[in-house]
């Protein structure tokens, strides 16, 4: 199983990104796939999840901002980030558990005017 990430780049304060984060292998809508984040100097850090049914959760620090969709026929998830923030600056990672955990190798998001 692998699971490629991909949608970062550099964006203004108050802008938007969309990551991707598509998984190969079988059985995808029945595993959570969740995006976690890792700044300069910090450990990594939870941002959303979602379950295989569709259901939704977030940290505080994005909740309101940062939206986590699935779409099961194409073995993708993604999150879509709005109001971005310079402190939302990171390398953002998929991972995958309910099942055998797998990890993307993440892709860099950049706050910055």
């Known amino acids: 199983v692998q699971l490629q990430a991909s949608g970062g780049g550099l964006v203004q304060p108050g802008g938007s990104l969309r990551l991707s984060c598509a998984a190969s292998?079988?059985?995808?809508?029945?595993?959570?796939m969740g995006w976690y984040r890792q700044a300069p100097g910090k450990q990594r850090e939870y941002v959303a999840h979602?379950?295989?049914?569709?259901?939704?959760y977030y940290s505080v620090s994005v909740k309101g901002r940062f939206t986590i969709s699935r779409d099961n026929a194409k073995n993708t998830v993604y999150l879509q980030m709005d109001s971005l923030r310079p402190d939302d600056t990171a390398v953002y990672f998929c991972?995958?558990?309910?099942?055998?955990?797998?990890w993307g190798q993440g892709t860099q998001v950049t706050v910055s005017s």
């Open positions: 991972r995958r558990w309910g099942g055998p955990e797998y």
């Open positions: 979602i379950l295989g049914g569709g259901s939704t």
């Open positions: 292998g079988s059985g995808f809508s029945t595993y959570i």
